[in-house]
T-cell receptor, first 109, second 115 residues
Framework: QKEVEQNSGPLSVPEGAIASLNCTYS??????FFWYRQYSGKSPELIMF????GDKEDGRFTAQLNKASQYVSLLIRDSQPSDSATYLC?????????FGTGTSLTVIP | DVKVTQSSRYLVKRTGEKVFLECVQD?????MFWYRQDPGLGLRLIYF???????EKGDIPEGYSVSREKKERFSLILESASTNQTSMYLC??????????????FGPGTRLTVL
């Protein structure tokens, strides 16, 4: 059984700070990793994905992947109150995605 | 713009009823998925389908069945609803191929309550 672990939080950061969200996974054969944001009562929406070791930046978001440590992270720079949501980490192998339970983030104005 | 729609946002059913949840996607995706989401348990895969009339069990298929008669439509069936099936149900679709570099697109979800 593949496992994706996330700290459930809640994580609170002040507006303008950097939020750091972390995820570990059990399967060394995992191909790619996805970060989704989910607002309360809504469905998940993709923020970004990463498949190579290192960093990938998209606007205020940076995903980091370390395959040796089986670790994926998401950094949110200049956090805004609108970033308050649950963030889901998922790993993909073949057709299936395996999701973590999510980290709840609150950005305090 | 990819669109995944689900037949109901909110549904209330009685124990023992047969329940149909419908999902339609408009982007000709080969793969479709049904998840349930519960607090503290995250998204758990019930069934997925990689082609018309093809289906694979996910992690929690017990008490559920699926049907995919057309490429754009994937139905989840609760044969005899029970209170422990009260949950948020999310449908997703995804194109095949691309070496794992494509996302899953989610529908808006159906919040099912079984009384």
């Amino acid at each position: 059984q593949k496992e994706v672990e996330q700290n459930s939080g809640p994580l609170s950061v002040p507006e303008g700070a950097i939020a750091s969200l972390n995820c570990t996974y059990s399967d060394r054969g995992s191909q790619s990793f996805f970060w989704y944001r989910q607002y309360s009562g809504k469905s998940p929406e993709l923020i970004m994905f990463i498949y190579s070791n290192g960093d990938k930046e998209d606007g205020r978001f940076t995903a980091q992947l370390n395959k040796a440590s089986q670790y994926v992270s998401l950094l949110i720079r200049d956090s805004q109150p609108s970033d308050s949501a649950t963030y889901l980490c998922a790993e993909n192998t073949g057709n299936q995605f395996y999701f973590g339970t999510g980290t709840s983030l609150t950005v305090i104005p | 713009d990819v669109k995944v729609t689900q037949s109901s946002r909110y549904l209330v059913k009685r124990t023992g009823e047969k329940v149909f949840l419908e999902c339609v996607q408009d982007m000709d995706h080969e793969n479709m998925f049904w998840y349930r989401q519960d607090p503290g348990l995250g998204l758990r895969l019930i069934y997925f389908s990689y082609d018309v009339k093809m289906k694979e069990k996910g992690d929690i298929p017990e008490g559920y069945s699926v049907s995919r008669e057309k490429k754009e439509r994937f139905s989840l069936i609760l044969e005899s609803a029970s209170t422990n099936q009260t949950s948020m149900y999310l449908c997703a679709s995804r194109p095949a191929g691309a070496g794992g570099l494509t996302e899953q697109f989610f529908g808006p979800g159906t919040r099912l309550t079984v009384l």
